[in-house]
């Protein structure tokens, strides 16, 4: 079975400042890992993925997240963040069975301060 | 194209009542997962169903159960309803069964238990 930890529950940050949230994840076999966002009174927007390939992943808005197999970790980064990028983010993991479900981590609040 | 649409948004039942949510899936996807979101316990998986089939099924009891029709659209119906029921049930759309690709969420259908 897989798991996802997000180990921060909230993490504010000052607007045009760097963020970084983490995600690690349990796993005995291959994964996929997803990054998804929700907007307040909205459902989960995927933000990008790491299916294979480059361990550095590009999404939308200007975040990007590196896989790293070592480490088990998936963790999200945004250079400058802006006011519009409060929201709640979601680290989830997925086995490479084509039947597997999608296993969410218990999220992020990320609050900007301007 | 028309997003995945959940309806009622909203909804108020009390104990021991039932109630049915629906999700229309985007044209052309044949893939609906439901998942529960509380803050106390994040989104959990509840079902997959492709091709009118439930082809995944998380932990919860059997109170809870859904089916998918023949034109992919989804319902889900919880039966004699507990306080604990009171959540958002986000229904997510994809093109096929699997991982691999994204999810579509709708804005999910907020359920108060009385």
């Known amino acids: 079975a897989q798991s996802v930890t997000q180990l921060d529950s909230q993490v504010p940050v000052f607007e045009e400042a760097p963020v970084e949230l983490r995600c690690n994840y349990s796993?005995?076999?291959?994964?996929?890992l997803f990054w998804y966002v929700q907007y307040p009174n909205q459902g989960l927007q995927l933000l990008l993925k790491y299916l294979s390939g480059s361990t550095l992943v590009k999404g939308i808005n200007g975040f990007e997240a590196e896989f790293n197999k070592s480490q088990t970790s998936f963790h999200l980064r945004k250079p400058s963040v802006h006011i519009s990028d409060t929201a709640e983010y979601f680290c989830a993991v997925t086995a490479y069975s084509s039947a597997s479900k999608i296993i969410f981590g218990s999220g992020t609040r990320l609050s900007i301060r301007p | 194209k028309a997003g995945v649409t959940q309806t009622p948004r909203y909804l108020i039942k009390t104990r021991g009542q039932q109630v049915t949510l629906s999700c229309s899936p985007i044209s052309g996807h044949r893939s609906v997962s439901w998942y529960q979101q509380t803050p106390g316990q994040g989104l959990q998986f509840l079902f997959e169903y492709f091709s009118e089939t439930q082809r995944n099924k998380g932990n919860f009891p059997g109170r809870f159960s859904g089916r998918q029709f023949s034109n992919s659209r989804s319902e889900m119906n919880v039966s004699t309803l507990e306080l604990g029921d009171s959540a958002l049930y986000l229904c997510?759309?994809?093109?096929?069964?699997?991982?691999?690709?994204?999810?579509?969420f709708g804005e999910g259908s907020r359920l108060t238990v009385l």
């Open positions: 796993s005995s076999v291959s994964v996929y």
């Open positions: 997510a759309s994809s093109l096929k069964s699997g991982n691999t690709g994204e999810l579509f």
